[in-house]
């Protein structure tokens, strides 16, 4: 479980892959000499196998079989793959100790290696921190021998903190380490023991990992007096067997799979979590000294872990922040504004920056300590400005949040692992919720941070009572970028324009973020990025960026341009396509081969205004027609008409999804199509006759 700030970036990056238990990387070393020798004798051996027609039993045991048939089978059974783990497996100990729980996890995974790209497999790493504390850990390499595999042991580990991107500060470790000799038909294993001093900070088991597994395990030994609970996602019927058996003073609770394929992935795909079959499992309740102590199990206990996190905060008010809180107030006529001015002095005066430190990860800092230091993650943004509302009379709540990154809902899982993101609620009436993430630095009074749209949100009504209240999607109509702009003939094939784009909602909050401190060298190729249509002959020859920090108004970009080599010439005919900007308009979905779903950051609408002056001695024989298609998740409207001299074309695209299913990628390939062919109608003018 990573605490809430470990999730939130000061600006957008790019999604981590998902989760492994190895991480594939490129190899770092040289394999010696006796694992080369015996890659070669094996490969030997393969060939002169097929040859000899060897039949492989299917069903043996990894231990039960000898090395080449073993290697056989599975290059049968997997024949793209590189490498296939025998053996994925957890066992899990719960122990009571005093008046705490806790627990030991031994975590065993067995790979045999198929190909000979498996080697970028060869680094490993395994991770731990404050919350699972890593107590011992041995690796080896398994060389085929004639009838068994003869180990050679990993003795070099490196420990280090594991410092990730926007993390000032993080206590996690990772032992870092590489296997020896790795080829085909070798087996690498690991084999570590990790204790979590707090059974409610547990992660879970994935049944599937990237590359396939023959056999994934799952084992938690519990005693009698300790209740435990799980839930399923993305688990199909009949995929994981389920045992339970009694032993002594404990109960064994025991989940396998067998054959599990690879998981899938694709671009612009949800977290693993989203797809990937995982099973999740916590504490309700324990015996500690002769008392029941509840743990975990619905959203009151976990509100009641919470609660005592923020439960000594701010006991003394910090003057100078009272100044600067006295001080935004001055003029102001409403608690909306007053809301709307704290919000964004917070945004504009500290600096998102994580530090994670064990349960630092959870504890804001106190809001004197975060406006004195004028930096702060999450939860510290989210308790200064609830401060700061406080001394300026205003009720507000702190807020826990699951980021779209989580797929999960308070009232299916209240553990830990249901949110990562901390803010502030305002109620500006009963019932009426404003959503403030201080983190989002473009994010305008009113609108929710995008990346929270559609989540629970967990309020501290007071120290005892909360309450769980759902973040509203954002309609396409708020996120809008406006490009209007005029063009003419520029010689016999080009164009040359001027227009005005305008960015507003997360359209503008998405290109602040990239537009913020740039150099004027990338600042030009950006704003080029933004603008640039029809061809790679497109020439920004100026421009202008205004309200880059204004949140009330839109973000808008002016330019001029130049475009080479467009127009079409043929005799006395000229076709001008005034479809400069063809957005989606390769962006087909092939259900045979994309099996995930696609995320979308919010929705949003596009619009285009183009007038195209009808230059002397030409008259327009062709108008294309005006054409319009749409489902739930894609549509547009294009529209074409005659002023005078002029052609106006107005064109609207807009996208209304945030996952977008492979059940609906039929449907938005209808309307792909639709808006392909209407992308090809192009303008006809003729010369006049004299």
């Not at 702190?398 to 999960?408: A, E, K, S």
């Not at 994309?594 to 205004?609: G, S």
């Amino acid at each position: 479980m990573a605490p809430w700030s470990a999730k939130k970036p000061s600006a957008p990056v790019k999604k981590p892959a998902p989760p492994c238990t190895t991480t594939p990387r490129a190899n770092r070393f040289a394999p010696i000499f006796t694992g080369i020798r015996t890659y070669m004798k094996l490969a030997n051996l393969c060939r002169w196998a097929v040859v000899l027609g060897v039949v492989v039993g299917i069903g043996r045991t990894a231990r039960a079989q000898q090395p080449l048939q073993q290697l056989m089978q599975l290059k049968q059974q997997y024949p793209t793959e590189k490498a296939v783990y025998l053996d994925y497996r957890q066992e899990i100990t719960v122990e009571l100790k005093g008046d705490s729980v806790q627990v030991l996890a031994r975590h065993h995974y067995d790979m045999l290696h198929l190909a000979a790209q498996s080697d970028m497999y060869a680094p490993d790493q395994v991770y731990s921190s404050h919350f699972n504390r890593l107590q011992k850990i041995e690796a080896r390499t398994l060389l085929p021998a004639t009838n068994d595999y003869k180990a050679l042991k990993v003795t070099e580990f490196k420990d280090k903190f594991e410092i990730r991107p926007g993390i000032f500060f993080d206590d996690a470790r990772s032992v870092s380490f590489t296997y020896p000799a790795v080829a085909p038909g070798v087996r690498t294993v690991c084999d570590y023991t990790v204790r979590h001093p707090d059974a409610r900070f547990l992660n879970p088991f994935y049944f599937a990992s990237y590359v396939p597994i023959r056999h994934a395990e799952l084992v938690i030994t519990a005693p009698r007096t300790v209740r435990l609970n799980t839930k399923q996602f993305n688990i199909p019927a009949g995929m994981v067997a389920q045992a339970k058996q009694e032993k002594g003073s404990n109960i064994i609770y025991r989940w396998t799979a067998e054959n599990i394929p690879a998981a899938a992935r694709e671009s612009d795909a949800p977290e693993s979590s989203y797809y990937v079959p995982h099973l999740v499992y916590f504490l309700e309740e324990a015996q500690l000294n002769g008392q029941s102590r509840k743990l975990l199990g619905g959203v009151p206990e976990l509100y009641s872990l919470y609660s005592g996190f923020v439960s000594n905060l701010d006991k003394q008010e910090a003057p100078a922040l009272r100044r600067v809180v006295d001080s935004l107030l001055v003029g102001a006529r409403t608690e909306p504004e007053k809301v709307a001015r704290i919000y964004y002095w917070v945004q504009d005066h500290v600096r998102y920056i994580a530090f994670e430190n064990g349960l630092r990860g959870f504890i804001p800092h106190d809001a004197g300590r975060v406006y004195a230091s004028r930096y702060g993650d999450c939860k510290d943004m989210a308790n200064l400005l609830h401060e700061m509302l406080r001394m300026a009379g205003v009720k507000s709540y702190r807020t826990w949040i699951g980021t779209r990154d989580l797929p999960y809902h308070y009232a299916e899982l209240a553990t830990p692992g249901v949110d990562n993101h901390m803010i502030t609620t305002y109620e500006p009436s009963p019932g009426q919720y404003v959503f403030l993430d201080a983190t989002s630095k473009y994010t305008p009074y009113g609108m929710p941070s995008s990346m929270i749209q559609g989540k629970d949100a967990l309020l501290a009504l007071d120290g005892k009572n909360c309450k769980v209240v759902s973040v509203p999607v954002m309609e396409r109509q708020r996120s809008r970028t406006v490009d209007s702009s005029v063009v003419v003939l520029d010689g016999s094939t080009g164009l040359r324009g001027t227009g005005r784009l305008a960015f507003s909602g997360y359209s503008k909050v998405h290109q602040s973020y990239a537009l913020d401190g740039l150099n004027p060298t990338d600042e030009a190729k950006l704003v080029k990025n933004l603008v640039e249509r029809g061809n790679n002959k497109f020439f920004v020859d100026k421009y202008a960026v205004h309200h880059l920090d204004t949140r009330d108004q839109p973000l808008l970009v002016d330019y001029e341009y130049r475009l080479q080599d467009y127009v079409q010439r043929l005799d006395d005919e000229v076709y001008v396509n005034l479809n400069l900007d063809q957005s989606y308009a390769s962006d087909r979905l092939d259900p045979a081969k994309r099996t995930l779903a696609r995320t979308n950051d919010y929705y949003h609408t596009t619009r285009t205004r183009t007038e195209f002056e009808v230059p002397a001695g030409y008259e327009v024989t062709y108008l294309p027609t005006n054409v319009e298609g749409q489902d739930q998740m894609l549509g547009f409207s294009i529209r074409y008409e005659r002023k005078g001299n002029k052609i106006i074309q107005e064109k609207e695209v807009f996208v209304n999804y945030l996952l977008l299913e492979p059940a609906q990628f039929s449907k938005w390939n209808s309307v792909v199509d639709k808006l392909n062919a209407a992308y090809r109608d192009a303008l006809i003018l003729k010369r006049k006759k004299a």
